[in-house]
Structures are given as C-alpha cells and as structure tokens.
C-alpha cells in the first residue's frame, strides 16, 4: 500500500469540496480532494446558472471548471473518478483508503459528498436507463418526439420537466404517490392547464416491462392496490435527491434522513471531521449553500489544525 | 466542439481511420450535457491507463453523428450518451446514458483485453 501525507483531505468534489479545496490550499494546507465521479457533482447537471453572484449566465460545467481550476492553481491535488475502499476518521490521524492500493493521511477530512438522483428501485429500471428510462429531461427529451411518456414526482422538477417535455411528446403523463403535488403553486398551474398533460396521482411504478427497450409500465393505485398496465415510450423519474452518505454511516452521526448532524462551524460529532454541501442536515441546497459549507468547513479544519499544533507545542 | 480533453472525431474519414488503425477504440458520442460530461471524465482519467485503447469523443448533434446514431446496436437507445467500444473495427459493446468508472472498466477489461508486454 502507497501511503501519502495530506493536511486535509475532502472527500467529494461538488461546489462544497472545490470551495474547501480552494480556501484550504490558499491558507497552505496541502489538501487533496478525492471524488468518486467528475469534479462538478451536481452542478454540473445544470445547464444554466443565473444566480450566483457575480457570474451573471454559466453552465454548471463551466462553473465547476472555474472552480476545480481555482483550487489546482492554489495547489489543491484532486483525484476523481476515485474508489474509496477504507476509512478510518477515528483519533489524531485519519486515513482514507482509494482503489484498494493508495492511502492517504490527514489531520483533518471534510466530508462533502453530495447527493445522488433517486432511484424508485423497481423491477426493470436498471435494464431501462437508457432505453426508455431517463432522469435528465433536457439531456433525453428529444429522443420522445410524438411519444408517450410519463414523468414521475410530484415537486418542482417533476412538473417543470413534464410541462418542458411537451415540447417533444405527444402525451405527458405524471405519475405520483400523493394525492398533491409538493411543488411550488405556479409550477402546478402550469402543468394543470397544459392540455398535453395529464395525471395519476394516488400511484407508483411497480414495474418496467420490455423487450429491448422499455414498452409498458405496471402502475399500483396505492389507495386500492389495483394494479394496472400502461403502455409508454419513456419515463423520466424525477424524484428528487438523496444524500450519498451510506459509506459514513456508523462513522460520523446522521439523522433519520441520513444526512450528516453537524455543529455550527460544521464539524461533525468525531473531532477533526467537518462535512459540508448537500449531505449536511439543512433546508435550503443551492450551489451558494454549498460554497458557503465549503468555505466554513474550511476555515472550521484550518483553526482544528492551528489549535492541535499548538496543543502539542505547548 | 465538444469541450473536452479528449481527441474528437469530426470526420467520417478520422472515424473510418481510427477504426483502422487502432484495434480497440472506445467512442462516446454526445453533447455536453450532464449526463454525458461525466463520462468523458472517465474516460480522459483512463486515457494515462488503457494505453491499448483509443479514446474518442464524437458531437452527437454535429455532421458525423449519425455514424453512431444508426449502428444497429444503438437502435434501441433512447439516452446520451451513446457510448460503443469497437474491437479491430466491429462494434463489440455499446450502451446508452450515463456510466461510471466501474461500468466502463468492467467493459473495457472484458472486451478489450491488455496483452502482457
């Protein structure tokens, strides 16, 4: 095993890893960033930004270059794409495992790893991504000229998407399991006087059914239980987002929605463990949120690491 | 253009090239999009790696897009990008939307198999 020395490591490369990343190199900590996929996160799945301050129009990509850019030109070292293997957050050294044959030391890890798309976790949907199944309406919209498909969810994205997708389809169906939605009033509006769209509310997707690509739908009407079929060209499952922290689990303290229970300056309940970004405990995530998580969790790892140095001096 | 750190294909002279001169070639073909991006850093990581693959990207929207587009085995796609690995010029795998490390290496290490030095 190759074992390399770190101030600070963050896991996750989302705006509140790159944040943490910029602000700990330019104090002169040597930080590295380690991510299991590309430096962006989330934001990358933007396609415009238009409010964050002071970058009056960008996409989430280049907004997440800007950043990622930013934090190697202060020396962050950033590993993406990586697989975490091992951690040990406990005591004055902590170390993270990557790919089963690097380890890495730090006095301090920030833990950012964001969130990932929900999954309705049924029969079929692994086979279908792709061939049918999206989560990414402006990414596959256009493959459903003239089709049928149904959107399912029943928050803001969901009924935004499905009102956007009738550009493409000739019939838009949302499927969702309450009998409300829990977007905002003028996103229900929108979507209840498009003559193209229509509703099953009350009901879930129990399956996806196909040959090559997906064909039909077995829907619950949760009320009843009847179970019936549907044919379809396309879903898009737009059910939100979920914290990506099964792997902290049993490491630092998380709450019943599995998201990381923090202090004011974002350390976690094990010393020397921030964590920031969409996986903390919050109401509100936004790329500005995650900036700011990212900038305290720094600032928070900088002073652990100050006032530990001076413990052992004195 | 896409933005990327990959060598594009923008001709069908360079793909038909490519697909000659190179025994395993690996194409993704998309637009920069979120479900795309993610995949052309996998593959510009594995790039230093996968010395025996060619790593190419291709606009899916641009002149040449249809060489992916309509290749049978992407017929029932309905999800960017469309990714197909090439071994000695036929198609050996293809796949639809968006993949990780571990999904690109698991093809990679199965169809296109690294020769010991």
Same mark, same amino acid.
């Given at each position: 095993?190759?074992?390399?020395?770190?101030?600070?490591?963050?896991?996750?490369?989302?705006?509140?890893?790159?944040?943490?990343?910029?602000?700990?190199?330019?104090?002169?900590?040597?930080?590295?960033? !380690?991510?299991?996929?590309?430096?962006?996160?989330?934001?990358?799945?933007?396609?415009?930004?238009?409010?964050?301050?002071?970058?009056?129009?960008?996409?989430?990509?280049? !907004?997440?270059?800007?950043?990622?850019?930013?934090?190697?030109?202060?020396?962050?070292?950033?590993?993406?794409?990586?697989?975490?293997?091992?951690?040990? !957050?406990?005591?004055?050294?902590? *170390?993270?495992?990557?790919?089963?044959?690097?380890?890495?030391?730090?006095?301090?890890?920030?833990?950012?790893?964001?969130?990932?798309?929900? *999954?309705?976790?049924?029969?079929?949907?692994?086979?279908?991504?792709?061939?049918?199944?999206?989560?990414?309406?402006?990414?596959?919209?256009?493959?459903?000229?003239?089709?049928?498909?149904?959107?399912?969810?029943?928050?803001?994205?969901?009924?935004?998407?499905?009102?956007?997708?009738?550009?493409?389809?000739?019939?838009?169906?949302?499927?969702?399991?309450?009998?409300?939605?829990?977007?905002?009033?003028?996103?229900?509006?929108?979507?209840?006087?498009?003559?193209?769209?229509?509703?099953?509310?009350?009901?879930?997707?129990?399956?996806?059914?196909?040959?090559?690509?997906?064909?039909?739908?077995?829907?619950?009407?949760?009320?009843?239980?009847?179970? *019936?079929?549907?044919?379809?060209?396309?879903?898009?499952?737009?059910?939100?987002?979920?914290?990506?922290?099964?792997?902290?689990?049993?490491?630092?303290?998380?709450?019943?929605?599995?998201?990381?229970?923090?202090?004011?300056?974002?350390?976690?309940?094990?010393?020397?463990?921030?964590?920031?970004?969409?996986?903390?405990?919050?109401?509100?995530?936004?790329?500005?949120?995650?900036?700011?998580?990212?900038?305290?969790?720094?600032?928070?790892?900088?002073?652990?690491?100050?006032?530990?140095?001076?413990?052992?001096?004195? | 253009?896409?933005?990327?750190?990959?060598?594009? $294909?923008?001709?069908? =002279? +360079?793909?038909?090239?490519?697909?000659?001169?190179?025994?395993?070639?690996?194409?993704?073909?998309? @637009?920069?999009? %979120?479900?795309? $991006?993610?995949?052309?850093?996998?593959?510009?990581?594995?790039?230093?790696?996968?010395?025996?693959?060619?790593? @190419?990207?291709?606009?899916?929207?641009? %002149? $040449?897009?249809?060489?992916? @587009?309509?290749? %049978?085995?992407? @017929?029932?796609?309905?999800?960017?990008?469309?990714?197909?690995?090439?071994?000695?010029?036929?198609?050996?795998?293809?796949?639809?939307?968006?993949?990780?490390? =571990?999904?690109?290496?698991? $093809?990679?290490?199965? =169809?296109? +198999?690294?020769? %010991?030095?």
């Amino acid at each position: 095993m190759n074992t390399y020395d770190f101030d600070v490591i963050v896991l996750g490369g989302g705006p509140a890893g790159l944040t943490a990343g910029i602000y700990l190199s330019r104090a002169k900590m040597k930080t590295l960033i !380690l991510t299991d996929g590309t430096p962006g996160g989330q934001m990358i799945l933007t396609h415009e930004i238009a409010n964050y301050p002071g970058v009056e129009s960008a996409s989430g990509y280049e !907004l997440s270059n800007t950043m990622k850019s930013q934090a190697r030109k202060f020396g962050c070292a950033i590993k993406s794409n990586v697989r975490i293997t091992g951690m040990s !957050l406990d005591g004055d050294i902590k *170390s993270v495992e990557v790919n089963g044959k690097d380890l890495y030391t730090a006095s301090a890890v920030i833990l950012s790893p964001g969130g990932k798309s929900r *999954s309705l976790n049924v029969p079929g949907e692994s086979k279908f991504k792709g061939r049918g199944i999206s989560y990414c309406a402006t990414c596959d919209g256009d493959f459903f000229q003239d089709k049928q498909i149904i959107v399912v969810g029943g928050g803001n994205s969901a009924l935004e998407e499905a009102v956007s997708l009738t550009k493409y389809a000739s019939r838009v169906t949302i499927v969702h399991q309450f009998d409300h939605f829990q977007g905002f009033q003028h996103a229900i509006e929108e979507a209840k006087k498009n003559p193209r769209i229509d509703f099953v509310m009350e009901s879930k997707i129990i399956a996806f059914v196909g040959d090559e690509s997906l064909e039909r739908v077995q829907i619950q009407h949760l009320a009843t239980n009847a179970i *019936s079929e549907r044919e379809v060209d396309g879903v898009f499952i737009l059910i939100g987002y979920e914290p990506n922290t099964e792997s902290f689990n049993g490491v630092v303290d998380l709450n019943e929605w599995k998201e990381i229970i923090t202090k004011d300056n974002l350390e976690t309940n094990v010393p020397g463990v921030f964590a920031a970004g969409d996986a903390v405990r919050k109401r509100y995530r936004q790329i500005t949120t995650a900036v700011a998580d990212g900038t305290v969790a720094a600032l928070g790892a900088i002073d652990y690491i100050r006032t530990a140095k001076a413990v052992a001096v004195a | 253009m896409l933005k990327t750190d990959l060598k594009h $294909i923008t001709t069908e =002279e +360079e793909f038909q090239n490519t697909l000659h001169q190179n025994e395993n070639v690996m194409v993704c073909c998309g @637009r920069m999009g %979120p479900m795309c $991006i993610p995949v052309y850093g996998v593959m510009e990581e594995l790039e230093a790696e996968y010395t025996h693959v060619a790593f @190419r990207d291709m606009e899916f929207d641009g %002149p $040449i897009g249809h060489l992916i @587009r309509n290749l %049978p085995e992407c @017929r029932s796609f309905a999800g960017l990008p469309f990714t197909v690995y090439f071994k000695n010029g036929k198609v050996a795998k293809a796949t639809s939307s968006i993949q990780n490390m =571990e999904q690109v290496t698991t $093809i990679l290490d199965k =169809e296109f +198999e690294k020769v %010991p030095a």
